[in-house]
């Protein structure tokens, strides 16, 4: 028995689910959008940068163990486009990690 809109039991809410299958068909839709879901976020994570916040080149974190990742030093010596990062100067530049190296730009 189904109930109305007027019904105390009220109208079926819609699921982003279908019945078919039954329950077993039901978790596994839901299985493969959580899997789709912790792909996502994997693939986030690994473009998050480190912003905000700064740091001084001695502080950054390995730049192999965060290819990808940029942040701003505040202690840049000369920048040069895509040349490799050094502490020990007065500029505030953006840097990146190529998986070796941290590298102005």
């Known amino acids: 028995m189904s109930g109305g809109p007027n019904s105390p ?3 079926r809410d819609p699921s982003p689910f279908s019945d078919e299958g039954g329950l077993q068909g039901i978790l596994a839709q ?7 879901l912790v792909q996502i976020v994997q693939a986030l994570k690994s473009i998050v940068y480190l912003f905000p916040g700064s740091y001084t080149f001695a502080t950054l974190p ?9 942040a701003m030093i505040t202690d840049g010596g000369a920048p040069t486009l895509g040349g490799a990062a050094a502490g020990g100067g007065g500029n505030t530049v953006p840097v990146y990690s190529d998986g070796a190296v941290w590298r102005y730009g």
Do not use: D, F, L, S
């Open 30 to 36: 839901w299985n493969n959008t959580n899997q789709q």
């Open 9 to 11: 039991v009220g109208p």
């Open 62 to 70: 390995p730049a192999g163990q965060n290819a990808y990742k940029r």
